[in-house]
Each structure stands twice: as structure tokens, then as C-alpha cells.
């Protein structure tokens, strides 16, 4: 089956060459960023609109400044399957965390055109102007306009120049009291897929191009504070010490085997501490860390944070360090909608893949899609799992294939309610 | 025998009230701070070099600063015990580190000096210029030149104002060139004894007043850095992640048991952490943290940093991570001698206190002291182990049995060569 694609031509190079056109409008020549409502968000979306007119969509900015292209069905006006990502980035960011899926969705519809391809639904394409959330306080402010879960109160959010999202949307031409206007309805959707590529080393280690995305995960962070003793490191014997860092060393030792041992594919990581005074001949008195779980299921993953706040409570209680825990982020897992999610897996095996499945650890435009559309993600593997770095690379080869997967999902694609007659 | 001080003064009091004078001297009002080479070290100099004089010594301060006060015995000239402690502190520093040890000398000497005492041994009381280290980069400074250490390059080392060392001595009307003069020989001295505050619970713990030091714990210090894979804290699975903080963690958890399960008293410390790149949502990439081992004895500390170290190694190559363990700092381990350590617990006992032996964790002007003399000390407790802190404190009722040790000490003190005749 590997060979069914030889009926159209190659996605793959039209995408990698656009990729490198995106990735060169950036604020600095040497590190890509391209922030939310900067000149270079202006370029590329002129870049990008030009390329959804060439694939035979109308094409349009938004009130936020999406860029959104439609191409009919076999008759006007009927709802559409959704593609899309986000054609922001983070500082210093690697070409691919975003435009990857935007450049596929206009290579396939291209690909459609090409061919006078018309379909029982249109295909709307959405280039999320803002997922990163870099410039202002918020993340997800393209999908979330579109959503209308856009939160009015972000306006008054600053930049580091003290510039507001109001004002900031002025200076780029859009009328901030139209953000309303780019909000969707559910019923103008069948559903919402995004390409993205993995961010992780999953499908490099197991040698596939693509994997079928089957949950957002959730997120809880947690700030967690000990305290202790701080006292002289040669003075007080170990049996009188309340060492504040010990003590997180042992809940990050915890935390960790909990999460190695979990079965269900948790993960949790302690990114950030601080220990003080911070001298090498003091024994730390307070400790400052983070935690960060994740689970593709919402249930396991509160199960797991009790769990772990039981344990550290032990620890804090047997060395007699005062603790405090704040949960500082929730964010709920969007599960991929079942009946869409199988159709992604289709396509895959129609283009002679093993179907692997799993969670995404990393955010995506569809935990805001998930309030208007259901939702379904294909994940396409990239090099050593690095993202957010300008070491983020993939394949010719692999975007390839994810285009072929697509394209296939989009041409064999049956909404629901036509797939709910089929059965 | 506790009632056996009863037949001279209590000289607690005396001494917590000069201990108060002392402290007022500082650079702030409300932090203490009495800085090498400033108007406070030369207010305070003046001061103690009053109370020298008054206690029937001879006075001077010598060219590094260091006060030096004599009591001639009981014809001139004769060998000394030399007594004595250092009245810099650290910034925001307790009254009682250092200058109680000098405090209580001089106020056994006015002692001895109101009764008309004289012995057949001088006494030497000297105020140490510089042991904290706080203005330039080299600490025992003041113990450094009696004992004819003094490196003639650190005249060259700035404060942070960029003022030399040798222009601070200028400045302070002393002659760098003079420092030589300092230097005391080998023969002019029967030993050396520092009465200080434990800066440590152990006593406390006891219920003990004073204590007899065994040693002045050698001391290693080091710089490890474990660099693993930084990656996004959603998307890599826990069996595939290199997490450099994770493998800290284990190694302080191992390096605290380690110390913990040591039969000798040894101490361990990891007082400074930092995590690269530091985000909650970020698996660190790179960790760096010190370590800082004590141990009463030089052979079992470097044993420990040796096993330390390997089990350090096994964590890092069984979690994949790069290591690096550099030696930052190595203090020998300064021995009390039997014969005079002998003598202060013998004075322990006689003030009817029990005699416990414990060793000083801290650095001292003993450390220095040791070039030229046998050195015993002895330690008074400290309410909750604090110092280095404005909450560092001494009960008047310690002071005083601190003094009436080290004034039955010098009473019956048996020189060592007299000593070897007796026995």
C-alpha cells in the first residue's frame, strides 16, 4: 500500500519549499520569530492568503487576524470540514510548530483544484494568528476568536513595549470591536483535524512518519514551597537538619518514579527550582519548584496529582518542612472525537502505515476548536523530537506523507451525520 | 562543683555588656556590619584596645590591624597563651561570632589582673582584623599574618569598590609594607585558645554550656554539572527523557543518606542548585549544584567525597546524563592538640559541667594558628544553633560559664614542656 499515492503528484517538496518561505519573514534574520500583530505576522499572512487564492479559495483576514480560506463543496454555502494551524511562533522558534499543518491543508486543497475535485462539503482552511500566546499574557487568541470563547478582558493586556492587544490591533488594521465577527457557529462545521508535527521523540523511535493523535492532554502545574532550616553546612549534624532542598530532591525523585511507573502514559516534570539562601555552605531553609503533569485522560491525571500531593505531604511531614501547594495552571483534556479520529486512522492505513496512536503533550488550536467542532489530529514525526528550537526539522519525505494522509482523509472524508446513514 | 566560680565575680554580665557595646559599631544602625579596614573595624579597634588597657594589658594594634593586648606573668618576657578571636563580622551578623571569645579573654585578664594575679607564663589577647573575608576575596586575614602566612598578593585583591587592599591599609594609616612585622615565632607561644559560639544546636541540644572542640573540620567543596536532553515537558515520554534535574535530585537524596549513615559525624551539604533552562514546562536540559563535605578527620573526608563521587557517576552513565565534578575548595582538617584539649576539658569538668567533645564544623583563626602553635577551643552554646544572622544570641548565664572555663584553663594551665616534666 505504500505506493497508493503515485496517482497525485508529491505534496512533499511544494510544502518544505513553503515552509522555507514562511520561516524567512522574521522579526530577526538569525532567529525566527514571528509574533502576534508584528510586520512579519502582516507578510505572512500576505504570503499565505496568496497561496490559498492559488489553490482556488477565497481568501480572507480575519477580525483577529486569522487567515481563512474556503473552497466550496459540489454547491455553495454548505458546512465545511476544518483544517488548520497557526502561523505564529515562539522566540528563537524552529519552521515547522504550526505552518507544517497550514501549508499541508492549502498544499492538499491545491492538490483538489488542480484536479476540478469538488466535494459533498467545502473545506475551510484557518492560519490561527496567535497560538503561542509569546506577545500578550494568553494563549490560543486565533482558534478562541473563532471559537467565540475569546475573552474581551485580553484587550487590556500588555505587551513588554506596554503596547495593549487593543491598541496593537488598531495599529494593524483590524477593528478590535469586530473580534465577534470571526467567531463560527458549530453547525457550519463537520469537524475540526490539525497536522502538527509530534514535538516528541515517539514515532522517530518507532521508525513511522505519521501517528494518530488521540487526546490533548490535560495539564495541571503546581507551585510547591518547603521550608525548613537554613543553617551552617558544617555546624549542624545531619540529625538536626531541616534542609529544604533535600527534601525537594526527594519529591522530584517521587514525582518521577510515580510517573515512570504510571501505565497509562503519564508524564511529570519539575522544570523549575529554586533553592535559598543558594550558598554552597548553607544549608537551603526554603525551596521553591514546579510540577507539571500530564495524562491524555482527565481522570487519571487528578487521580495522579492527589496521589503525588499525598506523597510530598509525607515527605514534608517526616522531615518537618513546611509545605505549600498552589495549583497554578488546569487545563482539561480534549479527547479527539472517536468517529473523526477513525477516519484519520483509515487514512493512515490506506497510505500503507501502522496506525499508531497517541496522546499530545504539547497544547494545539483544538482544545479552543473543541467548543464549536469535534476535533481529530495527525501528528507528523520530527527530528529527535525537538521543537521550540531552530533544531526543529522534518523530512521532505515525512511532510510528504502527512500530506498524503490528509489528502486522503479529506477526499474519503464522511461527516457524521452521512457517516452515522452509512452505518 | 557548679558552685566552684563562687569566689571571684561573675563575669557574664561584664561580658554580655560589652558584647552590646561592640555590636552597636556597625556600618547600619539596624544591620551589624563591621567590614576589614573601615571606620567601624577602627571605632571598635579603639574601644577593645581601651578595655585591654584597663585589664592591666599592654595595647597596640599590629600592621594589619589585628588589636593585641599582653599581661606579662610573673616576670617579663616570659612565653605566652595566647587567647583570642576575630571582631569583623559577616554583613547583618550576630554580636556574639568572634567577638565573645575576645570579650571573655580580656575580661579573665581583668580578672586575673584585679587580684593581682600573675602567672608563670604571659597571656596574649588578640583581636583578629579579618576572618569573615567579607571585603576581599581571602579570609584569616588577621590570624594569617601572626602567623607569618600572609600572602603578599592578596594586597593587590579590590573590594567591590575597586579599592585595593593596599590602599585600604594606607588609608587606615597602617603600613602594607609593615605586615612582616606581624608575625609572631613558634617560641613565643604555648599555644593558642579560641573560646567561640558553636554557630551550631549541638550543645543546645545537650543541654550543655560550653563544649571542648576536638578538630576544625577539613572541609572539600564541589562544583558538579549533569547536562542531560532538554526537551517539552508534554511530549516526551518518561522512558525516554535525559532529565538533568531528575539525576540531581538522586544524587542529593544519595549524597544525604550517604552523611546521614555515616558513623563518624561527617556532613554533607548541596546548598546551591540551578536548573537550565528553568520552565515549568521545559524537562532541564542541564543542572549544576555544590557540594560542600566536612568531616572531623581529613581521611575519612576525602574517603567520603571519593564514594560520593562514584555514586555520582553510576547515576549520571545509568541515567544517560554528561557529568562533570570539579574541586572548587580544600581545607585540611585542624586537629586540636591532646595535651591542650586535655587541659580545657579538665577546666569543663571543674566548673562541673560534663565534658563533651564535638567538632567545629565552621572555619576558625585556629585554621591559621596551627603554622605556629598548638590550638584547642572551646565552644559555648548558641540559642537554636544560629549565627551568621541578627538572631544569633547567648544567654548571660553561658557567658559566664564560658568565661569561668577559660579563666580555670589559664589558671591552672600547665605549658607543655611543663607538662612533659610533671608527667
Redesign the interface.
Same mark, same amino acid.
Given at each position: 500500500m505504500a505506493g497508493a499515492a503515485t496517482d497525485h503528484p508529491l505534496l512533499g517538496r511544494e510544502i518544505v519549499g513553503r515552509i522555507g518561505a514562511l520561516g524567512a519573514i522574521s522579526e530577526t534574520p538569525e532567529n525566527l520569530t514571528r509574533i502576534f500583530l508584528s510586520p512579519q505576522h502582516r507578510a505572512a499572512a500576505e504570503l499565505l492568503l496568496s497561496w490559498m487564492e492559488s489553490a482556488g479559495m477565497r481568501a480572507h483576514l480575519d477580525a483577529i487576524g486569522n487567515v481563512c480560506g474556503r473552497y466550496e463543496g459540489d454547491r455553495p454555502g454548505l458546512p465545511c470540514l476544518m483544517l488548520g494551524s497557526h502561523y505564529d511562533t515562539v522566540r528563537d522558534a524552529g519552521k515547522w510548530d504550526g505552518p507544517l499543518g497550514l501549508v499541508t491543508a492549502i498544499s492538499c486543497v491545491a492538490d483538489l483544484n488542480r484536479r476540478g475535485r469538488r466535494l459533498p462539503f467545502a473545506i475551510e482552511v484557518v492560519g490561527f494568528a496567535d497560538e503561542e500566546g509569546v506577545r500578550f499574557a494568553s494563549t490560543l487568541l486565533g482558534s478562541r476568536a473563532i471559537a467565540g470563547t475569546f475573552d474581551e478582558a485580553a484587550l487590556g493586556s500588555r505587551d513588554e513595549a506596554g503596547i495593549t492587544m487593543h491598541q496593537a490591533l488598531s495599529q494593524f488594521g483590524l477593528d478590535p470591536a469586530h473580534i465577534g465577527a470571526a467567531a463560527r457557529a458549530r453547525r457550519e462545521l463537520h469537524g475540526y483535524v490539525e497536522l502538527h508535527i509530534?514535538?516528541?521523540?515517539?514515532l522517530e &523511535?518507532l521508525n513511522l512518519p505519521v501517528g494518530v493523535v488521540t487526546a490533548i492532554?490535560g %495539564?495541571t502545574?503546581l507551585a510547591v514551597r518547603l521550608v525548613g532550616m537554613a543553617? +551552617?553546612? &558544617?555546624?549542624?549534624?545531619? %540529625? $538536626?537538619r531541616r !534542609?529544604a $532542598?533535600?527534601g525537594?530532591?526527594?519529591? =522530584?525523585?517521587e514525582i518521577?518514579e510515580f510517573?515512570?511507573t !504510571?501505565p497509562d502514559? $503519564?508524564?511529570?516534570?519539575?522544570?523549575? =527550582?529554586h %533553592?535559598m539562601? &543558594?550558598?554552597?555552605?548553607? =544549608?537551603?531553609g526554603q525551596v521553591s519548584f514546579?510540577i !507539571?503533569i500530564?495524562a491524555a485522560a482527565d481522570a487519571p491525571r487528578k487521580l495522579a496529582v492527589t496521589d503525588i500531593v499525598r506523597q510530598i505531604e509525607t515527605i514534608a511531614k517526616r522531615r518537618k518542612l513546611t509545605l505549600q501547594v498552589d495549583v497554578?495552571h488546569e487545563n482539561r483534556t480534549v479527547p479527539c472525537a472517536p468517529w473523526l479520529k477513525r477516519q484519520v486512522a483509515e487514512a493512515v492505513a490506506a497510505e500503507g502505515y501502522r496506525v499508531f496512536e497517541l496522546p499530545?503533550?504539547?497544547?494545539h488550536d483544538g482544545m479552543a476548536m473543541i467548543d464549536i467542532a469535534d476535533v481529530a489530529m495527525v501528528f507528523v514525526r520530527c527530528r529527535g523530537? =525537538?521543537? +521550540?528550537n531552530p533544531a526543529e526539522h522534518v523530512e521532505e519525505a515525512d511532510a510528504d506523507a502527512g500530506a498524503r494522509v490528509l489528502l486522503r482523509l479529506i477526499e474519503n472524508f464522511l461527516p457524521r451525520t452521512g457517516e452515522a446513514k452509512a452505518s
Open positions: 509530534e514535538q516528541g521523540p515517539v &523511535g492532554s %495539564a502545574r543553617g +551552617h553546612a &558544617g555546624t549542624v549534624p545531619m %540529625a $538536626l !534542609d $532542598l533535600a525537594a530532591a526527594e519529591c =522530584i525523585v518521577e510517573c515512570r !504510571d502514559g $503519564l508524564v511529570g516534570t519539575v522544570g523549575y =527550582i %533553592a539562601p &543558594g550558598a554552597t555552605n548553607v =544549608i537551603p514546579t !507539571d500530564r497554578t499530545s503533550g504539547a497544547g523530537g =525537538i521543537s +521550540h
